[in-house]
Structures are given as C-alpha cells and as structure tokens.
DNA sequence: GTTATCGACGATCATATGATCACGATGCGC
DNA sequence: GCGCATCGTGATCATATGATCGTCGATAAC
C-alpha cells in the first residue's frame, strides 16, 4: 500500500479530518492513539493535527462563566501597564461594587500572604472593607499590620481585635492636620518615625485609589474640603493614593495639601515590594489609569466595566 | 498556616477559581503544574478541577468548522440504529449532493480498505461516484472489485480499466430480467454463481439506498416502471437495495420483482462484514430510516439535512 | 463520647502527550 | 543532473496528566 498516496487524497479535505480529530478528543474523550487507530493517523500526527487546529483557531475553548471574559481584560491590564497581577471581578448588578472589590482583595491577599509577614495598608473604605474578611487569616497566619498614613485607627481597630493586636502598629496620628508644621513635628515624633520606618519593611501594601470627585471618601470625613478639590482638579489630579494626589501620567503634584499628609510619600510605597490596589467604579476610571500608567501599582484588582473603560482610552 | 481555612475560604468562590484554572490552562497554555504554584493549589488538585469543570460544562470546547455540526449528528445515528459508523458531511449550496456523498464514501473507503481486500459493489448513482474516485486507490492497494448484482458492467468497466482489470468480478447479466424463469436460469450459469459466491466473500458491501419515487435510478434506467412503484408503494415499500425493496421496518417485502432479480438477497449481503450505504436527499429520509432500523447496514454516509431528518422522525 | 461513613486530599504510578532529533522525500536553483 | 534547502514524517524520550489507593478529618448516628 502506498501511504503517500493516501495522505495526499486527504489534502484537499484536510478541515474535514481536522474536525474530525478535534471531534473525538475534545468530546468523545478518545486519547490521541486511539484516534490514530480509527483513522489510519500516526499518533504524533494527530498530535500535531490538533496542534494546528488549536492554533489556527478552528478549535475554541469557551469557559462558561461570567469570569470568562474578565481573565482577557485582566490579561489586557497586565500588558498594557506592566503590573504583577491584574484581577477584574464580573459586572454584576446586585451588591455593593466596594464590598466586592474588597472580597476579591481579601481573597487575594489570602492566597498571597504567608506566615508572619507583613501588611502595609492604606486609607479608604475598600481597604477597610478587606480587612475586616481577611481579619480571621492575618491571626491564623500570623500577620503583622502596619498603616502606611495616619488616620487609620478609627477602623484598623476592629480588625485588630483580640490576640493578634500586638502585631497592629498605627501611625498615632490624623490623615492630615491643619499647618505644616504640625505635621513635621508629628512625623518627627519617636513613636511615628518608628511606624513609618516599619512600614517600609512591609511585604505588602494595600491602597485604595480616590478619585478626585465630590463623593471622594476624602471629603466626607473632612479631610479636605470641595474648594480643594477643585483646586488640585485644575491643576491636574485625576487620583490619589494614600493622600498623594497625581497628575494623568501618575507623577505627584506639588501641592501644600501633600506637606500637611502624615504617611509615607510615594518614593517610600514604591520601595514595598508589591504594591496592591483596590478600586472600581466609573469615577475612578482616570485615577486607576493613571496609577496604572505611572506604575504606581504592582497589583490592581477593579472591576469588569472599570477595567474595560480603563483600557478602551488607552486604545484610542 | 492552616491550609484548611483557606481552602474554606475560597469555597463560595469556587466559579471563579475554576475559571480561573481553565483559563490559565486552556488559553494561557500553562500545565497544571504551573497553575497550582500561581494559585497555591496541588497540581491533582487542579487536575480535578478541570476534570469537574468539564462535566459540570463550564468549559465547553467549540470546533469551529462546517463539520462541527455534523459529528454531533453522527453520534445519534450510529446510537439509535447501532451502526459501526456513520459520516454526515455538511449541508452546502454548491456542489451536487450525490457527488459530495460520493467523495465521503470514497474518503472513507480509502481509510478503510487494506491492501489486498474485495470489495462488493452495488448499484446506482452514488456508488458509480465512489468506484470512480476510488479507482486509483484501487490498483495501489490491488482491490478486488466484485458485483453484488447484475447490471453494473457499463459503468463498472471504466472504473476498472488498466492494470486491475483482472480482480474485478462481474455478474454478467442485467440487474433485472423480465420473467422469473429466466432470471433462475441466469443465476445457475456457472460463472453467474461463481462470482456471486466470490461476492458473499467480500470485506465490504457498497451500496446506495433508493427511494420509492419516481426519480429513483431503476425507472429512470428502465429496470422498473413508475406503475410498478405505485404497487410497491401500496404494498408498504419505503425503499430498496440492491433491487430489494423493504417496509418501514426495513423487512423484504414479497414482491414478484424481486424474484426477477440477478444478484444477492438481503441475508447473503448481511454476511457481508460491513455493508457500507452512501445516500442522501430528503426523498431518502424514509429509506434511509427504515434500512438503519432494520439494521440491513452497517455504515451509511449521508448529508447533513437527510440526517437531520432521519433522527428528528425517531425522536417523536 | 464513640464509632462508622463519607468525602477530600495528596502520594504513587501507569499512561498520554508533545518536544526533539534524524531521516527521507520533494521542490528549487545552480 | 546535482546539490541544497525545506517540509513532513516517525522514533525516541522527557514531561504532563489522570487513575488508583491509602490517609485524614469532618460529620452523623448511636
């Protein structure tokens, strides 16, 4: 029998047995031998037959979630900005959008963090919101917390209750206080310096990311006020982390309201080692962009519409 | 680090791990290996994950071809009429119906033929197309070629023109004869009942269904009239091969007709191993049907649609 | 409180898969 | 016609996968 005769009948006819072959392996079950068998095909030319077909795309693999199509923008995010990890969480209508992003943080961190690390974290209501689910796992394993800004007490507390709140270490201080001056004298106090020294030994940090809109947590608890923030809007903030306030290409303006801060500055975040943002929403669109952009951020977790609007402007 | 807890703690996500799992393996390539160190999990663990993933659906493979849709049809025709196999090639505008059958037919006879095999052919239209295309394959693997009935040396000769003229066996007598006394005649000359003992040998059976209509191939080619269709039609005949007709459940009928016939019955071509049938055409659905049924073939090759048919009348 | 049952887990091992290599056929340029 | 490059092929082997088994822990029944 002539074999060479026989594979060239089969050229034109090619999709067929490709089809074929993709057929019974993806849904038959069948392994690649046994294809071979029933087909007159060398097992590594099924092999390869399948090969081709994966890559010419006759072959689509459909994952069957409302996460399917999230892994693609999180794929799209880590391109375009270089990140470590991006996580998109699914659109969804029912439930708090905040409350989610901070379970997926949580869960995040859960999965990330190891035995007796440490965790840096920031200001805002998503960070918050993870902590309180990660609370049970930072006693389980152990992990030390420290606040990367003053102003934290009020809810790092709650999360630090029981056996494990000697390993909670707060900057002892407000987010912002009214004159520079005090806010040098506070950041030169011992128990300050000590706290901010640590928190650069962190692991990890967790920052939310404000926009600079009306709603921003910043101004409903009265740190800063709306003639503020249309002050840093002209000229130029889209976002803030931890109270730093940037322009769209991510770089820190200069601004007073910066020298009134009591926390690390943006040089002192860079140097933990993953830096882990939680944010979502059509606000904040700009903000996460722009952290993205200036590598502000190793890490972000967003959600679906968010993170598709993000990456259409950086399309156009 | 207690492991359990965090296992616990990913269980009301675990749509999303499972995703989560399948895209990193199934787009992003990564082995499951590679998987289970990224997400902390166990290489078996991962494995099972996947495995559930498929059986609950969540990952659906698609082919993306104009056969995909037809290996779904083939499934359900081989397992509601146990056959050893069945092709359905796909429904298209352009190209003749018959001669696309014939092209399957002759695809899969030239996987399936192993040198030095006999084939017994049939008679009308599809089958012609199939010897033909086959002819080459034919001398390579030195096939021998026998008729299952009279009739078939007009168009049999060309197929078997050079080199392998000598391993084809042809009943040299029409298909049909006028009276039954001369058909018993033809069928005890020596050489009529030689080459149909040599076809009871065969490996293969070929051969076309018919339909009760009055395009069918035997009134066209006179062996039949349109009158004596009605009066098999009335006497419950949804098709025939090889010159027998059957009923709905693919039983003989006892017609006069058939007594006149040069060529074997339908239990000498049961004896055949495999009786393979290439048809199609949505005036065959019935005859199709009936010869499944009652199990008088062992592959059939059809198109899409005549496919289609045949099973949506046995799903009711 | 104790025991039985069940399910999840990872270790182990056989099998399935695909990466690499070397060969032979084919087509092309010299 | 004669190399030469290229492609497709099967052989071989390392790796990836999943089937099987025993263990452990949780739960439920007693």
Redesign the pocket.
């Known amino acids: 029998m002539n ?2 005769y026989d ?1 060239l009948a089969f050229e034109p006819h090619e999709e067929e047995l490709l089809s074929r072959v993709a057929w019974h ?1 993806y849904h038959d079950g069948l ?4 294809i071979g068998e029933r087909l007159n ?5 099924v ?2 037959m ?2 081709r077909g994966r890559k010419m795309g006759l072959i689509h693999v459909h994952i069957n979630s409302s996460y399917g199509g999230c892994f693609a923008l999180e794929a799209r995010l880590q391109e375009l900005y270089g990140l470590d990890e991006a996580r998109v969480i699914p659109a969804q209508e029912t439930g708090n959008v905040n409350d989610r992003l901070a379970e997926a943080a949580s869960q995040y961190l859960m999965g990330r963090l190891k035995d007796q690390e440490m965790l840096a974290v920031g200001w805002g209501a998503t960070v918050m919101g993870t902590l309180q689910r990660l609370s049970r796992t930072l006693s389980y394993k152990d992990i030390s917390l420290v606040s990367l800004t003053g102003g934290v007490s009020a809810y790092i507390e709650g999360v630090a209750s029981g056996r494990s709140s000697q390993n909670v270490h707060l900057i002892p201080a407000p987010l912002v206080v009214s004159q520079e001056s005090i806010a040098e004298a506070i950041r030169a106090e011992r128990h300050v310096v000590e706290v901010m020294s640590m928190a650069r030994t962190a692991n990890y940090a967790l920052v939310g990311i404000g926009a600079v809109a009306d709603e921003a947590t910043l101004i409903a608890s009265g740190y800063a006020s709306r003639s503020q923030f249309e002050i840093f809007r002209r000229q130029g903030a889209v976002g803030d982390i931890i109270g730093i306030f940037y322009d769209q290409t991510g770089e820190p303006l200069d601004l007073p309201f910066h020298k009134m801060l009591v926390g690390l500055d943006f040089e002192a975040l860079s140097a933990i080692p993953q830096v882990i943002a939680a944010a979502g929403g059509p606000k904040k669109v700009d903000a996460i962009r722009a952290a993205a952009r200036g590598g502000r951020i190793d890490v972000l977790i967003t959600d679906e519409p968010t993170a598709q609007a993000i990456i259409e402007k950086d399309q156009a």
């Open positions: 074999e060479a594979e392996y392994t690649q031998s046994e095909l060398s097992r590594i030319k092999s390869r399948l090969d």
